[in-house]
């Protein structure tokens, strides 16, 4: 029998041995080697080898007999994988004959005997030679792979090499920006030596007391160590347990609510277009998915006071959970009690209903409602914490299912204030450039209005804006609370409710013209079919507007 060629490259000395064998059973294929990230040196790795069974050749056999007693053994390996993944052969053994009574075009059907491999063996080793070829490749095949996976191995070194030149050069420049997005995109790529190299230069460049860029990338990098370590949830849950007593973070929470205008300009949009929907109802009820402290209720009942006529009875009902106690100080009963005194100093008929459970967890027969009243919903900040069909898993989608109970309540306004951010269905790099320039915004404006060696300006930050930060970057799922989305989505989601645009009046234009004159005049305020975006620096920072 013939004999064939059996080519192996060695992993190590990469040369190009040749063997002789007498049968055609086995080819060491060219392993594709893979590169250390940063030496770029060839790690080991093992020859795949493909094994090729003895395949059956058409014949036309006249005289031979069927009953043959002397059938041909025809020995091959089939490939097999040991436990470690590595292939092995395990040898089979098979007969085969013909039955003289098959005709010429059904032969291929039945097993060959031994007299039609005598009668044609030089065609069947040709078949046999042919399928190698289609299969594996000529031997001149082997040099040229050989070539091409030196020539990718050249080519991701090159590259690798590149990066950390760049990198090398950020950390001469003390590039904060550029090295935690380099930290990010590597972690992205599961490139663990680059991720925890610039986790250890990126320490020395963050601080929580330096400037906007040093104190954001202080909680930016605490995001990254908690999703290298799979521990976002930990974390988060961790800064969740050390908030301050509940005094504190309320005065912490009003330092911001002063200091930055996001809040005051979301309520502020929200209540001018409630005011101007039930400018006519003498009875209204208003239902807050996320009521927190109600502060925005505060002003709206003194604004609703002075209407010409008098003022409505107002009947607010408050939802949100026990986990929000904390900044009010108590359960909702706090809220209930805040309000109804401010009603009272202003002489407004007041009632207050409260609900202590997630808005998610709010169905209709909750609402209490009652006939002859003129509903206005606010989702005020609250929306982006309900999941959505992203999550995936059996999690239910309750961002679109609070928006069709809002409709069926056939309300004359609903509100909806959200921050102009896309952190829900983004991949974890975008997402993390996507966070990091939205909130180095935010950092900006509070440096611009609170001294850095004011003494609660860590702790406002730490509290109030730390928390959501590493929600954002380190956790997934539905741990991930923080999804928020763009206008543009929130249109559609309206939209396939079955609600349309409520554009909000003039004057509610003007007179958060009016609170931005109190601020910087890095803060811009424009208006793009019906909706109010606050900004700074020209970056849009919040959304507002309404439907019905």
Not at 49 to 77: A, D, M, W
Not at 130 to 139: K, V, Y
Not at 293 to 313: E, N, S, V, Y
Not at 433 to 438: A, G, L, S, W
Request: hydrophobic share 35%; charged share 20%; net charge negative.
């Amino acid at each position: 029998m013939k004999e064939s060629k059996s080519y192996t490259i060695s992993n190590g000395s990469h040369r190009l041995s040749e063997q002789q064998v007498e049968e055609p059973e086995s080819y060491c294929w060219p392993p594709i080697q893979n590169l250390d990230h940063l030496t770029g040196t060839a790690k080991g790795s093992q020859d795949t080898h493909l094994s090729i069974k003895t395949f059956e050749r058409y014949c036309t056999l006249e005289s031979s007999s069927g009953t043959s007693s002397n059938p041909v053994q025809n020995s091959s390996s089939s490939v097999s994988f040991s436990p470690d993944g590595s292939p092995s052969s395990q040898p089979e053994t098979q007969s085969y004959h013909i039955d003289q009574h098959h005709s010429p075009d059904n032969v291929c059907a039945s097993p060959v005997s031994h007299s039609c491999l005598t009668d044609d063996v030089d065609g069947l080793m040709h078949k046999i030679r042919e399928l190698e070829s289609a299969m594996l490749g000529t031997d001149s095949d082997i040099p040229e792979m050989y070539n091409m996976s030196n020539k990718v191995r050249q080519n991701e070194v090159s590259l690798e090499e590149e990066n950390i030149s760049q990198i090398m050069d950020m950390i001469s420049r003390r590039d904060l920006k550029g090295l935690l997005c380099a930290c990010a995109k590597a972690l992205a790529e599961n490139d663990m030596l680059i991720t925890e190299w610039l986790i250890s230069e990126l320490r020395q460049m963050v601080s929580v007391s330096g400037d906007p860029l040093q104190r954001l990338g202080a909680y930016m990098l605490e995001g990254l160590v908690a999703k290298l370590a799979s521990s976002g949830s930990s974390i988060y849950k961790a800064l969740r347990c050390k908030e301050p007593a509940s005094a504190e973070f309320f005065s912490y929470m009003h330092l911001l609510y002063e200091i930055c205008p996001y809040f005051k300009f979301g309520y502020m949009s929200a209540n001018g277009a409630i005011a101007e929907a039930v400018k006519d109802e003498s009875t209204v009820h208003i239902i807050d998915f996320q009521i927190v402290q109600g502060a925005q209720w505060m002003i709206l009942i003194h604004a609703l006071a002075t209407r010409p006529g008098g003022p409505p009875k107002i009947r607010i009902t408050g939802i949100d959970d026990s986990t929000s106690a904390y900044a009010r100080g108590g359960g909702l009963e706090v809220v209930g009690l805040r309000l109804s005194r401010v009603a009272e100093s202003c002489n407004v008929p007041f009632e207050f209903h409260p609900i202590n459970a997630s808005g998610s967890e709010v169905e209709l027969e909750d609402l209490g409602l009652r006939p002859g009243e003129a509903i206005a919903v606010n989702f005020a900040m609250m929306l982006h914490h309900m999941p959505d069909e992203s999550v995936g898993g059996h999690t239910p989608n309750h961002r679109d299912r609070l928006l069709r109970l809002a409709k069926s309540l056939s309300p004359k306004v609903v509100t909806l204030v959200e921050q102009e951010t896309n952190t829900n269905t983004a991949p974890f790099y975008p997402r993390f450039v996507e966070t990091f320039n939205y909130y180095m915004a935010v950092f900006e404006s509070i440096d611009l209005t609170l001294a850095r060696e004011h003494k609660e300006r860590i702790n406002v930050e730490q509290h109030c804006l730390a928390r959501d930060i590493v929600n954002v970057i380190a956790c997934d799922g539905p741990e991930r609370v923080e999804r928020h989305e763009l206008l543009g989505k929130w249109r559609s989601r309206f939209t396939m409710a079955g609600f349309r645009p409520y554009p909000l009046s003039p004057l509610v234009n003007s007179t958060i013209k009016a609170l931005l004159r109190n601020y910087s005049e890095k803060y811009t305020l424009e208006e793009r079919d019906g909706v109010l975006y606050l900004g700074w620096m020209e970056k849009a920072m919040v959304a507002s507007c309404a439907w019905r």
